[in-house]
Nanobody, 121 residues
Framework: QVYLVESGGGSVQAGGSLRLSCSASGSIFSISNMGWYRQAPGKERELVADITYSGTTNYADSVKGRFTISRDNPQNPMYLQMTSLKVEDTAVYYC???????????????WGQGTQVTVSS
């Protein structure tokens, strides 16, 4: 089991910055990927950014160049540095972790409780 706790959300004016943190506990040695998702009211949950255990990163086009995902070794804690925030970035942001047992060909997904980010004009 992996337990994820997010922090750092809040309210900010457009153009401002926030840094989200995600701390993992439990079987963290089994984590293969971690990332950030967000869900705005009336919208589906979407990937914002993720990072592999080896450090490879991936970003949604809508945040590329503005957000940066990073982590301390190994994958804990994980951060999302958000700059040049826009009103459309308003959402609940969720930390995600995927564990993988290669020998069994199985993966498991874990989610944090979410943290609200509100960007006002």
């Amino acid at each position: 089991q992996v337990y994820l706790v997010e922090s750092g959300g809040g309210s900010v004016q457009a153009g401002g910055s926030l840094r989200l943190s995600c701390s993992a506990s439990g079987s963290i040695f089994s984590i293969s990927n971690m990332g950030w998702y967000r869900q705005a009211p009336g919208k589906e949950r979407e990937l914002v950014a993720d990072i592999t255990y080896s450090g490879t990163t991936n970003y949604a086009d809508s945040v590329k160049g503005r957000f940066t995902i990073s982590r301390d070794n190994p994958q804990n804690p994980m951060y999302l540095q958000m700059t040049s925030l826009k009103v459309e970035d308003t959402a609940v942001y969720y930390c995600h972790a995927r564990t993988k047992v290669v020998a069994l060909g199985t993966s498991y997904d874990y989610w944090g409780q979410g943290t609200q980010v509100t960007v006002s004009s």
